[in-house]
């Protein structure tokens, strides 16, 4: 901190007017002031505290900054430059210990708590840190010319996937790194497919330009590890032809606790944290990584999933087993499942009453995917709205059962599904004709069951696959614990 901002010697208090204790206390500062000599640097109001010589307006709170200020009144004694001791808040012993007797503050209670400081109020900080303090921000800052526009600056640079992204600032970075325990030049992994590492800090940097709120940071953390998951062939994924692209799933309290949505419309638009997660590794593997669509992504159509594509489990019913417990993760943790979804497939059927029903039902929706005559050729997410979870949930019918259900009624006679069979020539080798067939592969990884949606609409989802899922030793939907 400059030495032109601080006396020398003497007495320093940082209040503000806003505070019950500063004003409590303005007594003692003008009793202070009479012994001299004293400056106060006022957060909020250049003419508080009355009756005292120098008061020094903070309003950019660049001396509360400097000088830690955590909680207001806080005195300080300086001595030669140099901080010599402090006392926070308004406690008569202290305070007399600091300044001596003309700190008595006769008629006044003992002690009293202060109030926080201006200068850590949320936002505040990151915003100080920037202007004034070391960041240790690593990457390297692009300079902007008076009157460009920084939205207009990040279009021309290639950072956008199409639509308008926040220029991230040093102070939403810092801010965005606030949201995890993480260090900033952690390598999280290395983005394909230039395969360049790919900091916390960099993440951090994606996120602010996906809009995401620091709390979002440990999720999309934890999106990116599954993606990076050699399972999960994320490469592969962005050099095929096909429509898929990664497709997230959250589990577990985090996604109550920064309000994603699993309900009405969970899978559309409107919800900050379900857009702004699945743009973020979008965001990532463009920017980072250099995917970048015409380049490596060479997908035919692709979906418009392909700019975020991401939605929570309603685990609201306890006999319920989420997803990510069904794929190993203990009950109550936070987990993220990666699938490499195409676009969705709206599926109806508003007469089945009885499982048995829906089930034979599901099947033929689910028999689509792809191509009605293809086989192991990729699996599904079957998003399962309340309307129809509830014909499971009365008929008694389990996760496991639905699973095991859909299973059987998804197998067909191989000579259904061969070459020209039904006139089609899409199909599977002439040489299966004899065998029955089964549409995925066995549960859990076959189709993948999430509940989500409103609660009126007898209406459920189908999201199919990639067909990279086929050669299951090498690609397969992926499934991490978050950390924080």
Known sequence: MPDSLLPRDGLVIVAKRDCPTCVLVEPVMQNLDRAGPLTVFSQDDPTFPSGVRSVVYDSELERSFHLRIEAVPTLIRFAGGQEIERAVGWDRAEWLRVAGEAATGDGL?????????????????????????????????????????????????????????????????????????????????????????????????????????????????????????????????????????????INGPVARSIGMNSGVNALGQGNRANATIGRALQLIVRNVGGGIPGAIDRATLGNPGKYSFCFAEDESDPAWEPLAQRRGIAAGRNAVTLFHGEGVHGFIDQKSRTPE??????????????????????????????????????????????????????????????????????????????????????PPDGVLIVRAGGP?????????????????????????EIRP
Request: negative net charge; hydrophobic residues 40%; contains cysteine.
């Open 109 to 249: 209670p003992a002690w009293q708590p202060g109030c926080g400081s201006k200068s850590v109020e949320p936002g505040v900080q990151e915003a100080l840190i920037a202007r004034y303090g070391e960041t240790g921000l690593q990457s390297r800052a692009i300079a902007l010319g008076h009157w460009d526009d920084p939205i207009e600056a990040c279009f021309e640079r290639g950072w956008s996937d199409g639509l308008p992204v926040v220029p991230p600032t040093d102070e939403r970075i810092l801010r965005m790194l606030g949201g995890t325990e993480r260090k900033p030049d952690e390598i999280v992994g290395n983005i394909p497919p230039n395969l360049s590492p790919c900091t916390v800090e960099k993440v951090a940097i994606n996120a602010v330009m996906a809009g995401c709120k620091p709390e979002y940071m440990p999720v999309v953390l934890g999106v990116l590890e599954a993606a990076l998951d050699p399972l999960f062939t994320l490469h592969g994924l962005l050099c095929t032809t096909h429509f898929s692209g990664p497709l997230v799933i």
């Open 456 to 480: 009126a609409g007898l209406f459920s989802a189908i999201i199919g696959g990639w067909p990279g899922q086929r050669v299951r030793e090498e690609c397969q939907a992926v499934t991490r």
């Open 357 to 442: 029903e829906l089930v034979r039902s599901l099947a033929m929706g689910l028999f689509g995917v792809g191509h009605p005559k293809l086989v192991r050729a990729g699996n599904a997410v079957l998003v399962l709205s309340p309307e129809h979870y509830r014909i499971f949930k009365d008929g008694g019918w389990s996760r496991r059962q639905i699973e095991d259900a859909l299973y059987e009624a998804l197998k067909r006679p191989g000579k259904d599904l061969a070459w020209g069979a039904q006139n089609v020539a899409e199909g599977i080798p002439p040489t299966h004709a004899e065998e029955m067939m089964d549409k995925f592969d066995p």
